[in-house]
């Protein structure tokens, strides 16, 4: 089956610090969403992304279905931003997700 | 509208027995998912349904489990004989259209089975 990796899998920062998150997958993808889950373990969907640019506020991702990665950008990181974002490639119905990288926004 | 919604939230109960779990779907969402999250990994695909059938069930981890949605919403994930490595939170998810994964998922708050 598809492989997904994320990196990096724990990051720390401080309030106000920007951060790059990294999606890579092994195979071509219909599409590719990005996920919060936060301390409830309520999964929140930030972005559906299977190809280009997309922005939302302080967050924006980029996917680069070619190349098989995706690239998810958080600026200006807020205590809120604390959790864990995987990243969920879909292939024919089948979705298949990385570990996550658990970030830790302090103030 | 109202998101996913998944029942119980929490249940504990013991080795051997039977469970079921429930899923009520965001309305007219056709297509929707069952994954298995254990503690510190991604959520684990088990089942994908399109509208009433299976369309994909590969990643159903053995015969003791079973999913069911006979009217196209409402869908049960019913586990046989439940063993210990079956603890974990099982989430549900929907989206408007399936049709092989090119639209957005929308996930439930979780069941948390805890087999003792």
């Not at chain 2, 254990?38 to 159903?60: K, N």
């Amino acid at each position: 089956g598809i492989q997904v990796e994320q990196s990096p899998p724990d990051l720390i920062l401080q309030e106000g610090a920007n951060s790059t998150l990294r999606c890579n997958f092994s195979d071509s993808v219909n599409n590719l969403q990005w996920f919060h889950q936060n301390p409830w373990g309520q999964l929140i969907n930030l972005f559906y992304i299977p190809s280009g640019t997309k922005q939302n506020g302080r967050l924006s991702a980029t996917t680069v279905a070619t190349e098989r990665y995706s690239l998810l950008y958080i600026s200006s990181s807020q205590t809120t931003d604390s959790g864990v974002y995987f990243c969920a490639v879909n292939r024919a119905g089948k979705s298949t997700f990385g570990d996550g990288t658990t970030l830790t926004v302090k103030p | 509208g109202a998101g996913v919604s998944q029942t119980p939230s929490n249940k504990v109960t013991e080795k051997g027995k039977y469970v079921e779990l429930r899923c009520d779907p965001i309305s007219g969402h056709t297509a929707l998912y069952w994954y298995r999250q254990s503690l510190g990994q991604g959520p684990e695909f088990l089942i994908y349904f399109q509208g009433t059938g299976a369309a994909d069930d590969s990643g159903l981890p053995n015969d003791r489990f079973f999913a069911v949605r006979p009217e196209g919403s409402v869908s049960t994930l019913k586990i046989q004989r439940t063993e210990r490595g079956d603890s974990a939170v099982y989430l549900c998810a929907s989206s408007p259209r399936g049709g092989g994964g090119t639209d957005t998922q929308y996930f439930g708050p979780g069941t948390r089975l805890t087999v003792l």
